[in-house]
């Protein structure tokens, strides 16, 4: 079992930086691939950024590319999501979600993640 809690958002003005942190219990961290996904109002949740257990690859939806980094500290067990160049659509409820690697190198859909956290509001004001 994985418990993960996120932290780190809130409300900013279009233009700003957040950075979610999303801290994850148990001593295999390093063994599961990352994934952050956020869910708007009325919306679908969707594919944010995801970084893999092994080699630390990165991979992003084309809206938050060159604006939005992944990144992971393996020895406190926590993934971040900087967040830069915010804009009003980025408004949403944004999970974390962890993916243990015996289960496949998919990391893009919900359905790919084994393990999700609450979710953390981020609110993005023109």
């Known amino acids: 079992q994985v418990q993960l809690v996120e932290s780190g958002g809130g409300l900013v003005q279009a233009g700003g930086s957040l950075r979610l942190s999303c801290a994850a219990s148990?001593?295999?961290?390093?063994?599961?691939?990352m994934g952050w996904f956020r869910q708007a109002p009325g919306k679908e949740r969707e594919f944010v950024a995801a970084i893999t257990w092994n080699l630390g690859s990165t991979y992003y939806a084309d809206s938050v590319k060159g604006r939005f980094t992944i990144s992971r500290d393996n020895a406190k067990n926590t993934v971040f999501l900087q967040m830069n160049s915010l804009k009003p659509e980025d408004t949403a409820v944004y999970s974390c979600?962890?993916?243990?690697?015996?289960?496949?190198?998919?990391?893009?859909?919900?359905?790919?993640?084994?393990?999700w956290g609450q979710g953390t509001q981020v609110t993005v004001s023109s």
């Open positions: 979600a962890a993916k243990s690697y015996r289960s496949g190198l998919a990391l893009l859909k919900e359905n790919d993640y084994d393990y």
């Open positions: 148990g001593r295999t961290f390093s063994r599961y691939a």
